[in-house]
């Protein structure tokens, strides 16, 4: 099994070669593409159009990693957090966020994170590989049928933030973007899709070199390098000088608005001093602040910043004209910070 290819990493191109190799009929690969990419089925055998012999010689050559959504939680305020087993037993997690306006879905793009910042459940977890495209794209699938049978209603948007970073797996992250919002996938438009980082900064130009159109939202946390180094440990890697560089670059090519993350850390970034750094930070982008309240997690010392630091750093920054949102805490009683559902169903199983 383990030197059988993932079917959803063909092109329509390379699919045909198969079919002409195996002697079938090129017509065949548009079928095939359309069960993959557009129809909620999840065999080769569900693929009702497609002869009997030709799904056999489908299944001899090729597995389709179609995820399967296992169990998820509700929360009292509506927030359902979904887990799902990938075909080689990986558990991810994504969570379906519901607001007065919108339906959204946060979705993962690896299994554990390499990055291990230190405020998240994901990083606690141990990092077991990449999602391809279509792993990636089932989640959007799953939650948004998920998202009609609880709440009546399907998903506006969607949220790359979920485990992982998806500048770390940069091709099947663009891939899968490519496929929900293109006529072939799920035609969703880009602008209802945020890609979430740490700040990769080649990752970021890239980005902007794809012309993918999805808003870019970065995990910033501190603009002091040696706090956003103990927070983000991978951060070492990068200068918030490289990083701003990254981030001008992005907005002077696609004209877009990025979107800084900012948990609220209790006596870690919470001070003056410490909005004085973000505010030169975001001034030289033109971007936007979201201030997120700190779901505490286990073995992790951090607590979140009290309703009043929050409420100054917001004044401070609307004093300044910029764009400042406070992000509500959601799921509090599901475990709903990333990882950690995942983190509680590993440990259980
Ligand atoms: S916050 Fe994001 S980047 Fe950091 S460890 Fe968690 S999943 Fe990875």
């Known amino acids: 099994m383990n ?5 959803r990493t063909l092109s329509p191109d390379t699919l045909k070669n198969w079919l002409a190799e195996h002697k079938e009929k090129p017509f065949r690969a548009q079928q095939i593409m359309s069960w993959l990419w557009q129809k909620d089925v999840h065999a080769i055998d569900d693929m ?7 799904r056999l010689k489908l299944q001899q050559s090729f597995i389709w990693d179609r995820t399967q959504l296992l169990s998820f939680q509700l929360s009292s305020d509506k927030t359902i957090k979904a887990v799902f087993k990938l075909y080689d037993d990986a558990i991810i997690e994504g969570v379906i966020i519901p607001s007065d306006k919108r339906m959204t879905a946060c979705i993962s793009t690896q299994a554990g994170c390499p990055v291990k910042c230190v405020f998240c459940a994901t990083g606690q977890l141990k990092f077991i590989r990449n999602l391809s495209a279509g792993e990636i794209v089932d989640q959007v699938v799953d939650l948004n049928q998920l998202s009609q049978e609880r709440f009546g209603k399907g998903l506006t948007n969607v949220v790359i933030m979920g485990m992982g970073e998806p500048l770390l797996n940069m091709e099947n ?5 490519k496929k929900i919002t293109s006529d072939e996938g799920l ?22 070199n794809e012309h993918l159109g999805v808003n870019l939202a970065i995990s910033l946390h501190s603009a002091i390098q040696e706090k956003r180094e103990k927070l983000i440990p991978f951060a070492k890697k990068y200068s918030l ?12 090519f696609t004209h877009q608005k990025i979107t800084i993350e900012y948990l609220m850390l ?17 001034s030289q982008i ?23 630091k929050i409420e100054e750093f917001m004044s401070f920054f609307k004093y300044k004209n910029f764009t400042v949102r406070l992000r509500k805490g959601r799921g509090v009683d599901i475990d709903a910070a990333c990882g950690q559902l995942a983190n509680k169903f590993l440990k259980d199983v």
């Open 266 to 282: 209790q006596d870690m970034n919470d001070s003056i001093t410490d909005a004085t750094a973000l505010s030169h930070f975001a």
């Open 286 to 308: 033109n971007a936007k602040i979201n201030l997120i309240p700190f779901n505490p997690i286990d073995h992790c010392n951090l607590q979140p910043s009290s309703a009043i």
């Open 173 to 177: 992250t663009i891939m899968a973007i």
């Open 187 to 208: 035609r969703w438009s880009p602008r209802r899709i945020t890609l979430s980082t740490v700040g990769i900064p080649e990752g970021i130009i890239r980005l902007a």
């Open 3 to 7: 030197d059988k290819q993932l079917i």
């Open 48 to 54: 009702t159009n497609i002869p009997e012999t030709l």
């Open 241 to 252: 000088v490289d990083l701003q560089t990254a981030l001008k670059q992005y907005t002077y």
